[in-house]
């Protein structure tokens, strides 16, 4: 009996319809079976008793707060049962191995394991490292090397400083000589003017090499443990590298035809792409390798987060999300091959149909109200586009065209240039801020403060993309102002005044913890899917290029 296969009871599931193909794991609606099996999965995790974990699900919890992903795939066995199989993302309370998940690819916590082994290597040759530089005697060095560095560059800056005075100085004297004096006095004076120069220069010289010569004595001194250090630093980096190498083997990864590839060759085969941290530690594909090494066939998978949300990334408890980009990416499309998937939606235009409004035009611009879901600027798949269509529009239209950008689910105010002087012109009104924007949007739940200003640093996932960070260390400073227009059961609508203009950044400002903590409605990044994301960008200000006169154009959201 395979102890990982969870059997879902026939009398919840003879309603459900088997889903036609398997999920398509980069965007999906979950499918009820998926549903039905998260469910009983996320009662596990809430009652169960076999390991300790703090989720922060619940207050009296010990320990440091670390949600999980967790996945779920359906699978039908031989005997053609309907059932699931569950999966955790990385490791859970410091071990591959629990009761109802199933194991890793690879396990490199097993006892034994080569990299437990060379593990205990490199924290040897760490503790060895700190030993030294914490030795009594390497620590008096340094303190010594670096007052001497500094007297050093206190003394021969002196010096200098002397040298620069009295070289003015002489510039003076020679000036006054050569006006007041003639033949041989001027010579003998300007003899002793250039042996003074010459012997200052020496003196400094011989500073320099007077306090190269204490530096050097304590560098010398210094060399056992520098060169000990150095050289136990290039053997924990050697041995790092080729532990690296020897995991990104192991990891060998099948699919449905029991076609094996590791990690080096399905990274190397994408532009030899460097392999992110963790890649093959996700619960996707943990969940097909167990499935096809036990011949189980897989209809259906999806991935929910339980547990606090992280300080980075946007992950709401009990909310499903798609498969990440960087690290699964190469991996799924490898092990899912050979099985009919649903359809890429970001393959097909959700354009045609649609038409953009003409706001305002004259020579200079043209100001458009784009409809949800449809290009601004033509995408790697999708040539379909505001900026496609404006120039099959306009004949005479010239320069860059497009000034700035609404993401493809937002609707609302756009403003092109019609040259290159008008695009020059307004691009450095946005640049300057001077630009004054205006969205409409639609938050999940109801938001207790009136108004507010969420400021939260903002860069690209890499390896997630296009989804969005909030990080203090590397991000962009991204500022939003905001205010409660109206609140009904179970919304809010706001007004959003964004100050900067960061990728997605009023969605990730509702959506992240330290902002409203409330995702926009729709928002299939971020939040929950719907008809269409419920942000309209719908009043816009700037000065005309040419004019300067003030133009203000507003369209109301219609929702």
Avoid at 93 to 103: C, D, E, M, S, Y
Avoid at 123 to 137: A, F, G, Q, R
Avoid at 364 to 377: G, R, T
Wanted: net charge positive; with cysteine.
């Amino acid at each position: 009996m395979d102890f990982y296969f969870q059997k879902l009871p026939s009398s919840s599931i003879k309603t459900i319809k088997l889903p036609e193909k398997f999920t398509f794991p980069f965007y999906y609606e979950p499918h009820p079976l998926c549903k039905l099996a998260s469910k009983e999965v996320q009662e596990y995790l809430l009652n169960q008793k076999e390991f300790e974990h703090n989720f922060g699900v619940k207050s009296n919890k010990k320990g440091s707060i670390t949600g999980k992903m967790f996945g779920i795939l359906i699978v039908r066995n031989k005997k053609k049962e309907i059932g699931y199989l569950t999966a955790v993302s990385g490791k859970m309370a410091g071990t591959n191995h629990h009761k109802i998940f199933v194991p890793p690819v690879y396990d490199m916590l097993k006892k034994g394991s080569q990299f437990l082994n060379e593990e205990k290597i490199l924290n040897k040759i760490n503790t060895n490292i700190e030993e030294l530089e914490k030795d009594p005697i390497y620590i008096e060095l340094k303190l010594k090397l670096a007052s001497e560095k500094t007297k050093a560059s206190i003394d021969i800056s002196e010096h200098k400083e002397h040298r620069k005075i009295a070289r003015r100085k002489r510039k003076l004297k020679r000036l006054k000589a050569v006006s007041e004096l003639s033949g041989k006095t001027l010579q003998i004076l300007q003899e002793k003017l250039n042996n003074e120069s010459i012997k200052e220069k020496q003196l400094i010289n011989n500073v320099r090499r007077y306090w190269n010569y204490r530096i050097d004595t304590i560098t010398d001194k210094m060399s056992f443990f520098t060169h000990q250090i150095l050289k136990l630093k290039r053997l924990r980096k050697t041995k790092s590298a080729d532990l690296q190498q020897y995991l990104f083997e192991q990891y060998q990864f099948l699919n449905s035809k029991k076609e094996t590839k590791s990690l080096n060759q399905l990274f190397s085969e994408k532009n030899n792409q460097n392999i992110p941290a963790g890649a093959g530690e996700c619960a996707a594909p943990k969940l097909l390798q167990y499935a096809f090494l036990n011949d189980l066939e897989p209809l259906a998978m999806a991935e929910f987060w339980w547990g606090k949300s992280p300080n980075k990334e946007i992950r709401k408890h009990q909310q499903f999300y798609p498969s990440c980009q960087g690290k699964c990416k190469p991996i799924l499309n490898h092990m899912l091959s050979g099985i009919e998937m649903d359809k890429n939606p970001m393959l097909q235009n959700p354009a045609i149909g649609k038409e953009l409004e003409i706001v305002f035009e004259d020579n200079e611009l043209i100001v458009i109200n784009k409809p949800a879901n449809f290009l601004s600027v033509p995408g790697v798949h999708i040539h379909d586009s505001v900026f496609t269509r404006i120039k099959q529009l306009i004949k005479n239209i010239s320069g860059p065209i497009i000034i700035h950008r609404l993401d493809m689910a937002t609707s609302g105010l756009l403003v092109l240039a019609k040259n290159k002087r008008a695009h020059k012109e307004i691009q450095s009104q946005f640049i300057k801020k001077t630009v004054k924007k205006r969205y409409t949007a639609l938050i999940a739940g109801n938001l207790i403060k009136n108004r507010g200003s969420i400021n939260l640093p903002l860069r690209v996932d890499l390896n997630d993309r296009p989804r969005q960070l909030v990080c203090y260390e590397f991000g962009k400073k991204a500022i939003t102002h905001w205010e409660v227009i109206k609140r009904s059961k179970g919304s809010t609508k706001i007004y959003f005044y964004p100050i900067s203009g960061r990728t997605h950044q009023l969605r990730v400002h509702a959506a992240h913890a330290l902002g409203l903590n409330s995702p926009i409605i729709g928002d299939d990044l971020y939040g929950n899917k719907s008809k269409r994301l419920y942000l309209h960008a719908d009043s816009l200000e700037f000065k005309h290029p040419l004019t300067h006169r003030i133009m203000k154009f507003n369209r109301t959201a219609d929702f």
